[in-house]
């Protein structure tokens, strides 16, 4: 709700120019790399796949509601305070659950392949 509530407030904003096309694009390039990297340095320090996976998605899906609420409640006189905040956590939610859905589809299509071969 409270991002609900942050991004409708700056709707105009976000329908608008260039500004907004950029926010959305740095919020989802930080996830893409936070989950990149996570996976990442969990494979380099040679963990299996599972842990691989559970590393990538802490690392891309970090709370940012918490930091949408307090940029809210402290910097009222700036209306965009809290957009990045609210952006973000819904971003990664979305994304985390995608890359999760995936995830979910390679190892049953793997699976499948292995009960074939």
Known sequence: LICASVIAKNAAFLRGGSASGKLVATVAALHMGGFGLGYIASALAKHDTKTR????????????????????AHFASTPHAALPAALSATMHSIMGSAL??????????NAAVAVDA
């Open 53 to 72: 996976r559970t590393v990538s998605i802490e690392i891309g899906m970090q709370n940012s509601g918490l930091a949408a609420a307090l940029a809210a």
């Open 100 to 109: 999760g859905a995936f995830w979910q589809y390679l190892d049953r299509r």
